[in-house]
């Protein structure tokens, strides 16, 4: 082999590595392997002061059942530690007597043996009025982990008319 | 005359008191949407939720957030009532407004939304892979 030959062959290994090398950083840049098992964590402040406030915990909207029931529940902690219920949106069946209940269970089967008083349960008692925002303090010592749902329900004759999923703030 | 001056002096306080404690009353963003991230090609958790700052001004906030790391990932409101996983925005021509970046594939963080942004509208929040035109979670939003 001549020394041309020879720097030729060395320059086109050169090349050839160089070439690869530009290859594995575009496909790296691409895809972002490392991402795979890199996680990047950031933790922001809220828009208002949190320990000043009532701060939502659980919320959902009403699943309409029998009758046009519709809005939001949520359930609230004040920074005393006390608890109250809210109905936000909410436009409430049509009927007197309409109650609020804070149910075990997510479902229409729980939903009506709540109503029926089969289950535990929180009654907030009967809606204060037909329209708008409306809140009911709940006990202090309410254990809000045991509790799925917010059910609307009237008293005569007994029947679910809303249920409200809830899931965490 | 002096007497005249108390009664300004007066008056002025009583004044910036009830501005102040009106001002106080009004202090605190107001919750317009909320919904829950769903994804499951990418796992992708947790809550976006839409303030309306005192000023106004609309902000998105994630919070329990989660979802996996990902080349050029952004957050966009779409025109659309909710997306499926790895959804193509552009193939769809889904509408989109840019939010920005994500900032982390983890934990609560704020993005401003543009002024006069149409929420009844762009109803939806979702964590998009800008480089592969894909929907890592998407969030519908429901009034709060």
């Known amino acids: 082999m001549t020394n041309n030959a020879k720097t030729s062959l060395l320059r086109r290994e050169w090349m050839l590595a160089a070439v690869t090398l530009l290859v594995l950083i575009a496909l790296w840049w691409t895809f972002r392997p490392e991402k795979l098992w890199v996680n990047q964590k950031v933790n922001e402040a809220a828009p208002f002061d949190e320990s000043s406030t009532a701060q939502p915990i659980l919320t959902a909207r009403f699943e309409a059942n029998a009758q046009q029931t519709s809005g939001r529940a949520t359930v609230c902690r004040k920074p005393d530690g006390g608890k109250y219920l809210r109905l936000s949106d909410f436009t409430p069946p049509n009927g007197s007597d309409i109650h609020v209940l804070l149910a075990r269970g997510d479902n229409p089967k729980t939903a009506q043996e709540a109503a029926d008083g089969q289950s535990e349960g929180i009654d907030c008692g009967p809606l204060k009025s037909n329209q708008g925002n409306q809140d009911c303090d709940l006990p202090m010592a309410a254990d809000l982990g045991r509790y799925d749902a917010v059910v609307i329900y009237g008293q005569t004759p007994r029947a679910v008319f809303g249920i409200a999923k809830l899931e965490p703030f | ?98 939010l920005g970046g994500l900032k982390g594939n983890e934990g609560d963080q704020n993005y401003d939304i543009p002024k006069g942004t149409d929420l009844h509208r762009f109803q939806t929040v979702s964590i998009y892979c800008v480089r592969f035109n894909a929907n890592f979670g998407a969030a519908p939003l429901e009034k709060f």
């Open chain 2, 1 to 98: 005359m002096p007497r005249k001056n108390h009664a300004r002096v007066v008056l002025a306080l009583l004044f910036s008191l009830m501005g102040f404690t009106y001002a106080s009353a009004q202090e605190k963003a107001k919750t317009l949407f909320t919904g829950t991230f769903h994804g499951k090609v990418h796992p992708t958790s947790g809550r976006a939720t839409v303030y309306q700052e005192t000023d106004g001004r609309q902000m998105l906030r994630l919070t329990n957030f989660k979802t996996s790391n990902g080349p050029d990932v952004h957050v966009v409101l779409i025109a659309a009532k909710d997306a499926d996983d790895d959804a193509n925005f552009l193939k769809n021509s889904t509408e989109r407004i840019e």
